[in-house]
C-alpha cells in the first residue's frame, strides 16, 4: 500500500488555494462549497478513516456517490478514494481518483495533491507509463515545490525503463531538498553512475556512503574495486588498508 494520509482539511476542500498549472491563475479563488448534508457524511467518513473504520467511510461514501455531481462528486471520490487505499484496494482507488482528476472541479490544492496520489498509484500498480506522463505534469506544473519524495519517485520511474540520465537529474534534486542524504538514495545514485559508467562520480558517492555507514564493508570494497577501474592502485590499496581499521 502506498502512504498516501490524507488531511480532513483537504479532503474537504473548503478554502482557496494555490493553483495546480503554470497556466492556471496560482491565487485562483476557490467559491463553491459543500451542501449541509454532503458535507456531514464527508466528515464523518473522514473521522472514520482516522479511527481505522475505513470499511465504515466506503460504504457511506458509496451511498453518497450517486446523488452528487461536479464538485461535491470530485470531493465524494477523493475521500473514497483514500477509504480504499486504507483496506490496499489500490486498483479501486485508481479508479475513483481518476474520474475525481476528469472532473477537475476541486480548489487547485487538493486537485495537484490528487493528481500526484494517482500518478503513485499507477506507477506501483506496474502502469509507470502512465504515472511518469502524470508525475512529469506535476512536477512540472506545481505552483509550490514538490517535495523530495517526489523526485525520487519519478527517479525510480525513469531507472526501471533504463532512462538513468533524467533519473540521476531526479535523484540530484531529491538529494538537494534534504538536510541529510538518505542511504538508499545514495545506493540510488550510484547505481546510476555506475550504469552510465562515470567511475569518478561513483567514487564519490561511495565517498559519501562511507561517511554515512562507515560500519558497513561492502561501501569499503566497492570503493577499492572503483579505484582499481580508473587505475588508481595506490588508493585502491589504501582503502582497503583503512577498511582493517574499521
Not at 511518469?132 to 514538490?146: H, K
Not at 517535495?147 to 540530484?172: F, G, I, S
Request: charged residues 20%; contains cysteine.
Amino acid at each position: 500500500m502506498i502512504n498516501i494520509r490524507p488531511t480532513l482539511s483537504l479532503l474537504l476542500c473548503l478554502a482557496a488555494a494555490p493553483a495546480l498549472a503554470q497556466s492556471v491563475d496560482c491565487d485562483r479563488p476557490h467559491n463553491q462549497s459543500l451542501s449541509e448534508a454532503t458535507f456531514r457524511v464527508v466528515e464523518r467518513a473522514s473521522q472514520e478513516l482516522g479511527d481505522d473504520k475505513a470499511s465504515q467511510a466506503e460504504t457511506r461514501l458509496e451511498a453518497l456517490l450517486g446523488r452528487v455531481r461536479g464538485y461535491e462528486r470530485a470531493v465524494v471520490l477523493q475521500t473514497l478514494g483514500y477509504a480504499y487505499i486504507s483496506q490496499n484496494k489500490d486498483a479501486a482507488a485508481l479508479r475513483v481518483f481518476r474520474e475525481a482528476l476528469e472532473l477537475d472541479a476541486l480548489p487547485v490544492q487538493p486537485q495537484q495533491q490528487l493528481l500526484y496520489n494517482t500518478a503513485q498509484l499507477l506507477i506501483s500498480g506496474g502502469d509507470s507509463a502512465a504515472g511518469v506522463a502524470l508525475l512529469e505534469r506535476y512536477l512540472r506544473e506545481a505552483c509550490e515545490a514538490p517535495p523530495a519524495e517526489a523526485h525520487m519517485l519519478l527517479a525510480v520511474a525513469y531507472t526501471e525503463q533504463r532512462n538513468y540520465r533524467p533519473a540521476l537529474t531526479q535523484v540530484d534534486l531529491a538529494l538537494g531538498k534534504l538536510r541529510e542524504p538518505r542511504e538508499s538514495w545514495l545506493q540510488l545514485k550510484m547505481g546510476l553512475h555506475y550504469e552510465l559508467r562515470e567511475w569518478p562520480r561513483v567514487a564519490e558517492v561511495l565517498v559519501r556512503l562511507i561517511n554515512l555507514a562507515p560500519s558497513k564493508p561492502d561501501y569499503w570494497n566497492q570503493l577499492s574495486g572503483v579505484f582499481f577501474e580508473l587505475r588508481r592502485q595506490q588508493e585502491a590499496l589504501a582503502v582497503l588498508a583503512l577498511l582493517q581499521l574499521v
